[in-house]
Each structure stands twice: as C-alpha cells, then as structure tokens.
C-alpha cells in the first residue's frame, strides 16, 4: 500500500526575520494544508530548505510536523545526504519522531556509480523500518537513477516502495513501470507533469504548487485518480502559468515569495537563496491574481 495517494505538500520552511526556524508558523501553515485537502506533508525536502537547516532544526523540524499532524495524514520526512551516514542519522531520527516514510535524494556532488547508488540507498533501507521513496531530480544532484537501478532496488529491498520522479524523461518512467509491471509508487516531482505521470501509473505528486493551492493541487490528483480524466487535464492546463512563475527562479524563492503576497509571512529564505527579483515577483503576482489566490 502506497505511503500516500494525491497531492503531497513539499512543505516550505518558515522562517522568522532573523533567520530562526518560526516553528509557530510551521503549526499554522501545516494545519491550512490540511484543512486544504492536502493528501501527505512532505517535510524538509528541497522546498523547505533542508540544506540549509542544521542536523538538529532538520530533526526538530520532522518533529513538530508530526506532532502537529497527529496521524491525521501521513508525514514523509526528507532525510537524504550526499553522505550515506548523514542520511541514515536523519532517517532513522525521523522514524523515531514518527514520520510515515522518507524521501531520500540521490547523493548530490559525489555522483555515485548506479552501484553506489544501490549501497546507498539499501543502507539507509535497512537502517529503518518506514518505507523509503527515492527522489531522482538530476538537475539538482549531478545523477540520474536510472529505471534498472530504481526497479532492482524497490524489488530487492522490501522497504523502498517507490520514486519522486523530477527528471522529466517520460521515457524513463515508462521504462520504470514496465519494468516493475507498474508495481511502484511513482509520484510526480514537477508541477506541470502531474496528469502525464498519473497517466502511466503514478500515485500523485510531490507539490510545490500545494502550498499555496493544496485544494486544486488535491483536485487534480483526485479527479484523475476517480476516472475523471477531463477534469483532471483542465485543472493541470489552467495552473501552467502559475507554475511557470513559480519555477522563474530556483525554488523555493519564488513559493516564498507567493506565500508572503498572500500574507502568510512565512519569512525569508536561508543564503545562498535570495530574495525574487522585483520584475519576476510582478509577474508572479499576476499570475496568482489569474489564478484567484490574490
């Protein structure tokens, strides 16, 4: 059974005017998501920061979004590290904090080996009990897991269930689920691909956009997954603009920036990330006016 099925939030990190983690935020804006119709809290991915967060605020972090979730739905805790030891540590502190699942990013710099790869990620497996999805985002680490490596893994090692898929080669994906037969759980990890992913058998999506639009972004998982196939293709087309602006320059800046428009002063963003440029926040701001989130 999947860890989750629709739209997962990648959860923004908020932060206070002195660069501390606002943990009071953290409550409020977990309990919109939820009150949003968000289907999983996915905390300390590449969304919330998790680089830049100390070991402890990255714990702490997992912590207090289980707390506040309360098993009302399920937590997946980014624990990856371009270290394997640093994301066991992370892993198994976040099983311990009560997350349902990790994601684990592939080794960011090192560029493994697919070999290294699948040590990697089995030690981390191991390590815990929860299940495991594996992230493969090459733009961002330098390494793409390749379908044979992602399809030997989640037969192999009985936890690692699944993929967030951002690479964006369809090709791939197909390949994935032909051959696993389509048992795995495949999860979009781009806002614009929600509809295509779910129509080769993905369960849902890992959502940026879910963190100023969880009810649509839920909607357009939910529709497709009840055979609404129409609805679900025109609710992805109508948020294309917004999610171009919000993928303007590197995330999270600009969700940030859209979170604060929308007045839930969610703070600054940790260096090296800036603030968006004034140019790209008018274009932003437009499209959430056309959107009807201002």
């Known amino acids: 059974m999947a860890v989750f099925e629709g739209a997962g939030v990648a959860l923004i990190t908020p932060m206070k005017a002195d660069g501390a983690v606002d943990?009071?935020?953290?409550?409020?804006?977990?309990?919109?998501?939820?009150?949003?119709?968000?289907?999983?809290?996915?905390?300390?991915?590449?969304?919330?920061?998790?680089s830049t967060l100390t070991h402890e605020e990255h714990i702490e972090v997992i912590r207090q979004t289980c707390q506040v979730v309360a098993g009302r739905i399920p937590v997946v805790a980014g624990t990856g590290s371009n270290c394997t030891e640093t994301a066991i540590y992370l892993s198994v502190e976040?099983?311990?904090?009560?997350?349902?699942?990790?994601?684990?990013?592939?080794?960011?710099?090192?560029?493994a080996t697919q070999k290294g790869l699948?040590?990697?990620?089995?030690?981390i497996a191991d390590a815990i009990k929860i299940p495991v999805i594996l992230y493969n985002i090459p733009g961002r680490t330098g390494v793409t897991i390749l379908p044979e490596t992602i399809a030997a893994l989640c037969k192999n090692v009985e936890n690692i269930?699944?993929?967030?898929?951002?690479?964006?080669?369809?090709?791939?994906?197909?390949?994935l689920m032909s051959l696993t037969d389509g048992d795995i759980d495949v999860y979009s990890g781009n806002d614009d691909q929600i509809v295509p992913l779910l129509s080769l058998g993905g369960k849902g999506v890992i959502?940026?956009?879910?963190?100023?639009?969880?009810?649509?972004?839920?909607?357009?998982?939910?529709?497709?997954?009840?055979?609404?196939?129409?609805?679900?293709?025109?609710?992805?087309?109508?948020?294309?603009?917004?999610?171009?602006?919000?993928f303007r320059e590197v995330n999270p800046i600009p969700v940030k920036a859209a979170m604060n428009l929308m007045g839930k002063n969610v703070g600054p963003l940790r260096r090296p990330l800036t603030e968006m440029e004034p140019q790209n926040q008018e274009k932003l701001k437009g499209a959430m006016e056309a959107y009807g989130l201002l």
């Open 23 to 50: 943990y009071e935020k953290l409550e409020e804006i977990i309990e919109e998501q939820i009150a949003g119709g968000t289907d999983a809290i996915v905390a300390c991915g590449t969304t919330g920061e998790a």
């Open 118 to 123: 699948i040590g990697h990620f089995t030690a």
């Open 94 to 111: 976040a099983q311990k904090a009560g997350a349902d699942g990790v994601l684990v990013v592939s080794p960011y710099y090192n560029k």
């Open 161 to 175: 269930v699944g993929v967030k898929e951002a690479s964006g080669n369809f090709s791939n994906i197909a390949t």
């Open 207 to 246: 959502s940026v956009l879910s963190n100023v639009a969880p009810r649509q972004t839920h909607e357009i998982c939910a529709a497709y997954l009840a055979g609404d196939v129409k609805k679900s293709m025109e609710l992805q087309i109508q948020a294309i603009p917004l999610i171009a602006e919000l």
